[in-house]
């Protein structure tokens, strides 16, 4: 899903430290400039802030958010939990996925509460 991209919109040529290749040789992004990424983008977004209802508990963006976040929008969606887990990377039977769709369902019509209206 990520690559990286020169300034000129081409697909970036392996990049190299000290003489070193650095990162995926296909030049996908690798699970630590994710790691890297995500917490900038949430600071440049102001997402780093304390909400008003948890103003000790202080929010934690990282590249695992994006799992996260995938996991729990197919939820949503409706999507197949074995088919969400093999497009996402998880193994079949992953108990952090399932997890996830089980937190992602829990205010939803699945929930005995769901339309009551209180």
Request: some cysteine; overall charge neutral.
């Amino acid at each position: 899903m990520f690559v990286r991209i020169d300034r000129h919109g081409r697909i970036a040529h392996p990049m190299h430290r000290q003489g070193q290749q650095m990162g995926d040789p296909s030049g996908r992004i690798t699970g630590e400039g994710i790691g890297d990424s995500v917490p900038r983008a949430a600071a440049r977004a102001g997402l780093t802030a304390p909400t008003e209802l948890l103003p000790d508990l202080l929010p934690r963006w990282s590249g695992h958010s994006l799992r996260c976040g995938f996991a729990t929008a197919a939820k949503q969606a409706g999507a197949d939990l074995i088919e969400a887990g093999r497009h996402g990377g998880w193994v079949d039977g992953s108990k952090s996925l399932a997890g996830y769709f089980e937190q992602a369902g829990m205010w939803g019509e699945t929930n005995p509460l769901y339309g009551i209206g209180l």
